[in-house]
């Protein structure tokens, strides 16, 4: 069975970092891109956003620019979500998602939130002093 896990949430205080784990189990990450997402409460999920397969192409969102990192181990089947500078704003449930592509688009980071196919279950990242 397919599966993705977070790990890594907890509390913070503003200005702290954490960083999210989240690690395939019944498939490889080689050739999949894989999305971080966060949902607040009363909000609408947005992306913050991806990492390309091997790992050599990242894109952020706005909101998380020069703050937060993507970055994976595909020997370890994982991928993390380093986030640094922590506001009260990014409280939220952090989710991965992994889109699969084909060992031609080795280096293409995917957007697009309807394009990812596997989800985990979150981890809440609360930020409060």
């Known amino acids: 069975q397919l599966q993705l896990v977070e790990s890594g949430g907890g509390l913070v205080q503003p200005g702290g970092s954490l960083r999210l784990s989240c690690t395939a189990s019944?498939?490889?990450?080689?050739?999949?891109?894989i999305g971080w997402f966060r949902q607040a409460p009363g909000k609408e999920r947005e992306g913050i956003f991806c990492?390309?397969?091997?790992?050599?192409?990242?894109k952020y969102a706005d909101s998380v620019k020069g703050r937060f990192t993507i970055s994976r181990d595909n020997a370890k089947n994982t991928v993390y979500l380093q986030m640094n500078t922590l506001k009260t704003e990014d409280t939220a449930v952090y989710y991965c998602?992994?889109?699969?592509?084909?060992?031609?688009?080795?280096?293409?980071?995917?957007?697009?939130?309807?394009?990812?196919?596997?989800w985990g279950q979150g981890a809440q990242v609360t930020v409060s002093s």
């Open positions: 998602a992994a889109t699969y592509l084909s060992h031609r688009f080795g280096s293409v980071c995917v957007d697009e939130e309807a394009k990812y196919q596997y």
């Open positions: 019944g498939f490889t990450l080689d050739y999949y891109a």
């Open positions: 990492i390309s397969p091997d790992g050599g192409s990242t």
